[in-house]
Nanobody
Framework: QVQLVESGGGLVQPGGSLRLSCAASGNIWHGNVMGWYRQAPGKQRELVASMTSGGSTRYADFVKGRFTISRDNARNTVYLQMNSLKPEDTAVYYC?????????WGQGTQVTVSS
């Protein structure tokens, strides 16, 4: 089993920044993929960004140039630096660890972008 603990969400004004963190513990495998998804009210959960243990990244088009994913393999922690936030970024953000064939999810952290 894998446990994920997220932190860093909150309320921010448009144009502001937030940094999300997710610490994984338990049966962590080398070679996994760690990432962030989000789900806005009435919408499906969608990929924001992911990163392999080797450093390859994948970003959704709507965050390219604004968000940066990083990870510390020694600490089994993944980060999401979010800059130039927009109201449409408002959602619950979920940490994900994919260890084939299983996906593990955090409890979610609310990000609200509003003036």
């Amino acid at each position: 089993q894998v446990q994920l603990v997220e932190s860093g969400g909150g309320l921010v004004q448009p144009g502001g920044s937030l940094r999300l963190s997710c610490a994984a513990s338990g049966n962590i495998w080398h070679g996994n993929v760690m990432g962030w998804y989000r789900q806005a009210p009435g919408k499906q959960r969608e990929l924001v960004a992911s990163m392999t243990s080797g450093g390859s990244t994948r970003y959704a088009d709507f965050v390219k140039g604004r968000f940066t994913i990083s990870r510390d393999n020694a600490r089994n922690t993944v980060y999401l630096q979010m800059n130039s936030l927009k109201p449409e970024d408002t959602a619950v953000y979920y940490c994900n660890v994919h260890q084939t064939p299983t996906d593990y999810w955090g409890q979610g952290t609310q990000v609200t972008v509003s003036s």
